[in-house]
């Protein structure tokens, strides 16, 4: 008998042994993870909340508490990585700005500002607006491949041009053509003049420009290596410069104004002569010119027509209200009354004259009114939190409402019926109460978002009657304010505050207001109340305003007669 309790008990111990280390190293729950993310996220660590809601949802796929967590902090989470990657970008740390990047762009890919900010480490600039080639029918292929475009000039020599003599103008642009190997036509109305020139290993596009200032004359390529001289005036120029059509699709613009702005801008740049038209069902718009200014207007769509920056803007509503009320103190009569009564045992019995000469204290009735003793003290504190979120691109209003809609009496008017009287009809309209913001965010070109915030909180306190008609009481309050933030920079825009003191007394003039009897001839009242409400706005880039360094270069576009582009020589 004892060995075998011997070995049970070893047995046991052995078990418990084996158990500890699993119970040890067991892992945690979905809903353990789930507080752990809560407690992180309420200290606004919203990198381990992340973390924590994400392997709660991996553990609990269907449940959608986690789901609704992870969604909510994965931008919050997202945009501190980058946050920290700008800080070690500006302190030049650049591998570490990239390896939180990296982070920011795992945890969120669809954040866009992340991926801006990788390309612009790199020292790339994706291009704002993507076109897709829109599907056509073969006929049409056939027909618009058989359209040829524009000619450019292509000459046979490379060689820069030298050129040192005193000549006709004629003379000269032959001189020219035969050491590039392009043949020269000139207008029959071409008046020639003699001309100095000097100049010394330019290239051709450049030495054709220096003659076309020199003589008043301008060409263009009629053949790849055949170009038409002709005097530089606008009646020739409208008679001989090469016309194009080209279509521009525009990828960004979210509503007519847009498009608007962008013509404007167009015939505000362009010369008259250039025609311009915006197709809205197709979001594009028809241009015709010559094919420098064709160029020119897509640089400029080029560099207007870029996705609209986008921010997420954090709101806590905070509403503390306190109230305080003790009623302490002795109630005591405040009023007595005397009565004539008949002595008789008959119920219905009456005093009368005759009873006057046998009166005695049986016939008088006194009335005490009655005495209350008051104790009382309550205390209670109310404390609400919303924290809606809202996403806003730039220059456009965002508006959240959180509540519901009450009726309110507005008019009446009388319907005329068969009988004598008319029918009353009560017109009602309904109003929002609750939270109402409304956010105007304007992103700028580094970063700071200014906002035009307004932050309204309303609630049913009572109701009144008015001309027979029941109507609400509604308290507001309200916050309007334009500030200017950084990204991911949090402000208090408003603190409402509300306090109010009020004191009853009621008792027994005079010995009611001795300090130290006085609750024993009256009662004190004394009511606190406390109302806060606070609002802390935090911005976070969703979209950061595209900007390539290519829309920050000056490009020469000619004089203040034609529009002429000038090629670098790297692209010659």
């Known amino acids: ?33 789930y507080k752990q993310g809560q407690a992180a996220e309420a200290r606004q660590q919203y990198e381990e909340a992340f973390l924590a809601y994400r392997t709660a949802l991996q553990k609990s796929p269907t449940d959608l508490r986690y789901r609704t967590a992870c969604e909510r902090v994965r931008l919050l989470s997202s945009a501190a990585h980058l946050k920290r990657g700008n800080e070690y970008r500006q302190a030049g740390k650049t591998t570490d700005a990239l390896a939180e990047y990296l982070r920011a762009s795992s945890v969120d890919p669809s954040n866009a500002a992340v991926q801006q900010a990788i390309a612009g480490l ?31 000039l292509k ?12 000549e006709d103008t004629k003379v000269i ?17 071409l008046i020639t003049k003699r001309v100095a020139v000097d100049i010394t290993k330019i290239p051709l596009a450049d030495a054709l420009q220096v003659i076309g200032t020199l003589t008043g004359t301008f060409w263009r390529p009629i053949t790849p290596n055949t170009i038409f001289v002709a005097a530089d005036t606008r009646a020739k120029r409208t008679s001989v410069e ?42 594009a718009i028809v241009m ?81 009114g009655s005495a209350a003793a008051q104790v009382l003290m309550t205390d209670s504190e109310t404390r609400i939190l919303q924290n ?6 730039d220059g456009q209003k965002s508006t959240l409402k959180i509540g519901s809609r009450i009726p309110v009496a507005t008019g009446s008017y009388s319907t005329p019926t068969a009988a004598s009287s008319a029918a009353v009809q009560t017109q009602f309209t309904y109003i929002d109460v609750g939270v109402t913001m409304e956010m105007q965010p304007v992103i700028h070109y580094n970063g700071d978002v200014t906002l035009k915030v307004k932050v309204e909180i309303s609630a049913k306190t009572g109701e009144t009657t008015i001309s027979g008609v029941t109507e609400p009481i509604i308290s507001q309050q309200a916050v309007d304010e334009v500030i200017r933030l950084k990204e991911g920079e949090s402000n208090l825009i408003g603190g409402l505050l509300e306090d109010q003191n009020n004191k009853d007394v009621s008792g027994t003039p005079g010995l009611g207001e001795v300090p130290l009897i006085k609750y024993l001839f009256s009662t004190q009242k004394q009511t606190l109340e406390h109302d806060e409400i606070v609002f802390l706005i935090t911005p976070h880039l969703v979209r950061t305003m595209q900007v390539n360094p290519a829309s920050l270069k000056q490009v020469d576009i000619g004089t203040g007669e034609s529009i002429q582009l000038r090629k670098s020589h790297s692209e010659e």
């Open 288 to 368: 015709r010119g010559t094919p420098d200014q064709l160029l020119l207007a897509q640089k400029v769509i080029d560099d207007l027509d870029r996705a609209h920056a986008e921010v997420v803007i954090d709101v806590a509503v905070m509403t503390v209200s306190k109230d305080k009320v003790r009623n302490l103190g002795l109630q005591l009569p405040q009023s007595i009354s005397a009565a004539l009564q008949s002595t008789s045992t008959d119920s219905d019995a009456k005093f009368n004259l005759n009873d006057l000469a046998h009166l005695n204290a049986k016939n008088i009735q006194l009335t005490v």
């Open 122 to 152: 790199a020292g790339i600039i994706p291009s704002p607006t993507e076109k897709s080639d829109l599907p056509q029918s073969p006929e049409t292929n056939r027909k618009v491949a058989a359209m040829a475009k524009p000619v450019e």
């Open 388 to 393: 809606p979120r809202l996403r806003a691109t």
């Open 173 to 189: 642009y032959q001189a020219i053509g035969k050491t590039a190997g392009v043949n020269v036509l000139f207008d029959p109305d």
């Open 1 to 33: 008998m004892p060995l075998n309790r011997t070995c049970a008990l070893s047995f046991l111990a052995m078990t418990l042994l084996c158990l500890l280390p699993v119970s040890g190293w067991a892992e945690p729950s979905a809903r353990s993870l």
């Open 155 to 166: 000459a046979l020599s490379d060689d820069a041009i030298t050129l040192h003599m005193i």
């Open 242 to 283: 090469t016309q194009a059509l080209q279509t521009f699709y525009l990828a960004n613009t979210t509503q007519q104004s847009d498009a608007n702005e962008l013509i404007t801008a167009l015939r505000n740049v362009m010369d008259q002569s250039v025609r311009t038209f915006l197709v809205p069902s197709q979001n």
